[in-house]
């Protein structure tokens, strides 16, 4: 039953629809689902789960890119500054055991639940360091302005440690870059999320297109192709609703169930 493409997609579709509208990749979710619905070791589960990453960024990018929220130039920066931490990352998490591996998984969720409930809707000033740099000004399609600097040399290599635990555990890096680019930087929240899918673009292919050139591949591509196709559809839909919705209440839903998924991976991990 959880092969079967109709599970494939409704599950790949439930993480694209909230990964778009919270800026969180459906990794925490479709790794475990892998791992223990599926039976895939973590290395195949880790590049099926960027795989689907993939589509699901480039879903969210194409409906954020029509609301004009992406900030180009600074996703651009971010992106190719993970590309050297995803090698890393595919390097530790091809030889990391399994036990480990489900510990540090479960961490690294906790964590993410944490990031996802210090962000709030209402525009943050950020820090002033941080703030210095590049002054940018983003004009959306509804004709308002967002006006924020960045210093990108510091979020570039922030990325740098995002690309590696995106790659390590196939999670895509925005539960990251969003409270980052929010807290710290005082990116709006809107352009943070949009900008965020495009980076996570450039991040899971590089890290999805490492594990698939590995013999033999460690991408499912059936997997990869119904759950991806759901994911899609999910982020197109996510990215719509997110112009509408103040996704307060779900984030605080979703962390609660990334914290019930953290422990049980950290449970199954101490346990072996």
Avoid: C
Wanted: charged share 10%; glycine share 14%.
């Amino acid at each position: 039953m959880w092969s079967h493409p109709a599970t494939l997609a409704a599950v790949g579709f439930a993480v694209g629809l909230m990964g778009s509208l919270v800026g969180v990749g459906g990794g925490f979710f479709l790794v475990p689902f892998f791992i223990s619905r599926l039976g895939f070791d973590h290395p195949l589960a880790v590049g099926t789960s960027l795989g689907v990453v993939v589509a699901n960024a480039s879903s969210g990018t194409i409906g954020y890119a029509r609301q004009k929220r992406v900030d180009w130039a600074v996703g651009l920066v971010l992106g190719l500054a993970t590309l050297p931490g995803t090698v890393l990352g595919k390097f530790v998490a091809t030889r990391i055991a399994a036990a480990p591996f489900s510990v540090a998984f479960g961490a690294v969720t906790a964590l993410a639940a944490l990031l996802l409930v210090s962000v709030r809707s209402e525009n943050r000033p950020g820090l002033a360091w941080f703030r210095s740099g590049m002054k940018r000004r983003i004009v959306d399609a509804k004709g308002e302005a967002h006006e924020y600097g960045i210093n990108i040399v510091v979020a570039a290599l922030l990325s740098v440690v995002i690309g590696f635990a995106s790659s390590l555990f196939g999670v895509g890096g925005g539960f990251i870059h969003v409270p980052l680019l929010v807290l710290l930087f005082g990116v709006p929240l809107h352009i943070a999320v949009a900008t965020s899918a495009f980076a996570l673009l450039l991040t899971s292919a590089g890290g999805a297109a490492q594990y698939a050139v590995e013999r033999p591949p460690l991408v499912d591509p059936r997997v990869l192709l119904w759950a991806g196709l759901g994911a899609f559809l999910g982020a197109q839909l996510g990215a719509r609703a997110a112009e509408r919705l103040k996704p307060g209440v779900l984030r605080l839903v979703l962390a609660v169930v990334l914290v019930g998924v953290g422990g049980w991976m950290i449970y199954h991990g101490v346990k072996a």
